[in-house]
């Protein structure tokens, strides 16, 4: 059983420079989901998609900030021109509406850690 | 628009003596709740879920929370910690209407041998 998966796990960058994350859900998995997490809070909403289709944006995510989900399989996020605000852990997540556990039962990667200097 | 808090940030318990987590939720319908579990460098992973059938729920590794909807709340309890509980704890609301899961700040659980 393969996980969710996100590449890279640590990502250090200076600040204005562009920064790209995947996430490999779980295949068959039609729902993705990014979280960001900042050190001593809970993980925060940032989109979703439902196979390729993106449904929703969170406010927190600026016109800086892009997903995508091109075959409704891997996603990216992209960062452009990345400030010190942006350091923090980008979570991935998946799920499966179709099934009896339902989207609410979401499987989360690793994170990748974002350091910008 | 959904919430919960988590009332402690920190716990620590001596090994071997039960755990307490405490946690509120707000929620204009009726909710979904769930306890994560955060170990250092791992993911978030998923301890229980409940979805409106027993109030009681079990999940893994000995834990289980109760639901009480007349004082919106959904505390996790372990009766008896053991090392490997060190971690950070989420208490998560969904409205299951939405699309998202929103989360409590965390409670970090420390495990004295």
């Known amino acids: 059983d393969t996980g969710v998966s996100q590449n890279p796990r640590h990502k250090i960058t200076k600040r204005g420079q562009n920064v790209t994350f995947r996430c490999d859900p779980i295949s068959e998995h039609n729902r993705l989901y990014w979280y960001r997490q900042t050190l001593g809070q809970g993980p925060e909403f940032l989109t979703y998609?439902?196979?390729?289709?993106?449904?929703?944006k969170s406010r927190l995510l600026s016109d800086r900030f892009s997903a995508e989900r091109p075959k409704g399989s891997f996603s990216t996020l992209e960062i452009q021109r990345t400030e010190q605000g942006d350091s923090a852990m980008y979570l991935c997540a998946s799920s499966d509406d179709t099934g009896l556990a339902g989207w609410e039962t979401q499987y989360f990667g690793p994170g990748t850690r974002l350091l910008v200097l | 628009a959904q919430s919960v808090t988590q009332l402690d940030s920190h716990v620590s318990v001596s090994e071997g003596t039960p755990v307490l987590l405490r946690c509120n939720y707000s929620?204009?319908?009726?909710?979904?709740l769930f306890w994560y579990v955060q170990h250092p460098n791992k993911g978030l992973q998923l301890l229980l879920k409940?979805?409106?059938?027993?109030?009681l729920v079990k999940g893994i590794n000995g834990f289980e929370a109760e639901f009480k909807k007349s004082e919106t709340s959904f505390h996790l309890t372990k009766p008896s910690a053991h090392m490997s509980d060190a971690a950070e704890y989420f208490c998560v609301v969904s409205n299951r209407d939405d699309y998202k899961l929103s989360f409590g700040a965390g409670t970090t659980v420390t495990v004295r041998a």
């Open positions: 929620s204009s319908y009726s909710p979904s």
């Open positions: 998609f439902q196979n390729e289709a993106q449904l929703e």
């Open positions: 409940y979805t409106s059938a027993a109030t």
